[in-house]
């Protein structure tokens, strides 16, 4: 599965969308961070934006503040 860009989706990847910022999981779902509750959605590469990695940058897991 690739984004709209045509980056490949990995396991890991952050995106945002609605809002949010959200973890691919290794079914290639998208887990909210940050939050108490466990949501996930499936991936709809039209409506995210790419951030970044959470392999290669660990920061990105933190909640913002």
């Given at each position: 599965?690739?984004?709209?860009?045509?980056?490949?989706?990995?396991?890991?990847?952050?995106?945002?969308?609605?809002?949010?910022?959200?973890?691919?999981?290794?079914?290639?779902?998208?887990?909210?961070?940050?939050?108490?509750?466990?949501?996930?959605?499936?991936?709809?590469?039209?409506?995210?934006?790419?951030?970044?990695?959470a392999?290669?940058?660990?920061?990105?897991?933190?909640?913002?503040?």
């Amino acid at each position: 599965m690739n984004y709209r860009n045509g980056r490949k989706i990995n396991v890991g990847d952050i995106l945002w969308a609605k809002n949010a910022r959200w973890i691919v999981t290794n079914n290639y779902q998208m887990r909210l961070i940050g939050k108490e509750m466990e949501f996930t959605q499936m991936i709809l590469p039209a409506f995210v934006e790419y951030v970044g990695n959470a392999h290669e940058n660990p920061g990105l897991l933190e909640e913002s503040k």
